[in-house]
């Protein structure tokens, strides 16, 4: 009997691993039409090194690209998943500027699957002005040796897409483009006045990546939601982005990181439109 019992499980096991990868390889496969859309791309100096900033605080550079650019193993996790991120010199190199929007802006790669690991949903709402000073940047770096993309989406990934398709699980890491084509806009109409709405921009475009595209925290709960900033006076709030020392004075873990490596980047100017509008988001919470 006992025997028997065994038998079963590990047949029941193998069959709920092959439903696994069956249902969801056409996620994984699957690829999505977005037109390519002209993007304009500036020259000069100024520009380039506007977005070598810009893409600095944005993490493109010195950050999940590895140093200067060159490409490094950004997720291996056994059973989970291994996902490399590309050389951005070869990437620049390969595609022209509306590939480059399409894979930045909407997660798309040049053979039409997505992209994973990737904030696209995050650049979904960089300005086009933005957007073409860090592709002006990309450009302007010299091609170097580093690797290509590499997407593995492991056993463990493929269980929870699986419940996710089923109806089991509503939030969920999931490819980027279809996060994007199910999501956006998240950006709707101007607030008032242009300081608090310079803000939002700032909060999409930056703050998002951890803190979630709502800005009330990732899924996992591994961040906070971004009501807190209400509890925090304006010079508490510089002094967390360029010293990354919160109230309390605790230490932080990636927020730490980010700040000394991302945020000492934004201006004065830039740090005081996010806390105008952040602190406006826990008001009567």
């Known amino acids: 009997m006992l025997g028997f019992l065994v038998v079963l499980a590990i047949v029941l096991a193998g069959s709920v691993v092959a439903f696994a990868y069956l249902s969801t390889e056409p996620l994984l496969r699957k690829t999505y039409e977005v037109p390519l859309a002209a993007i304009q791309v500036p020259t000069d100096t100024d520009s380039i090194a506007e977005g070598q900033r810009l893409a600095t605080v944005r993490g493109c550079f010195d950050g999940c690209h590895g140093e200067g650019l060159q490409g490094t193993v950004f997720w291996d996790e056994p059973w989970v998943a291994r996902l490399v991120a590309p050389n951005l010199t070869q990437v620049a190199a390969s595609l022209s500027d509306a590939e480059l929007e399409r894979v930045i802006r909407h997660g798309v790669r040049k053979n039409g699957k997505s992209v994973w690991g990737m904030p696209s949903n995050m650049f979904h709402h960089l300005s086009d002005e933005d957007l073409g000073r860090i592709i002006a940047f990309l450009r302007s770096v010299p091609v170097s040796e580093g690797p290509a993309t590499d997407v593995q989406i492991g056993l463990q990934w493929r269980l929870e897409l699986m419940q996710w398709q089923l109806g089991f699980l509503q939030d969920l890491y999931l490819p980027l483009a279809e996060e994007i ?17 310079r803000g939002r921009y700032l909060a999409m475009t930056v703050c998002s990546e951890c803190h979630g595209m709502r800005l009330h925290g990732d899924i996992e709960g591994s961040t906070p939601s971004l009501t807190i900033v209400a509890a925090y006076s304006e010079e508490d709030f510089f002094r967390l982005m360029r010293t990354a020392t ?40």
């Not at 084509?181 to 709405?197: F, L, S, V, Y």
């Open 246 to 285: 919160p109230l309390g004075g605790r230490e932080l873990g990636l927020m730490g990181l980010v700040a000394r490596e991302r945020f000492v980047h934004l201006t004065d100017d830039e740090i005081r439109a996010l806390y105008s509008y952040l602190h406006t988001l826990g008001e009567g919470a």
């Open 181 to 197: 084509q199910r999501d956006a806009p998240w950006i709707k109409g101007d607030i008032e006045p242009a300081e608090r709405n």
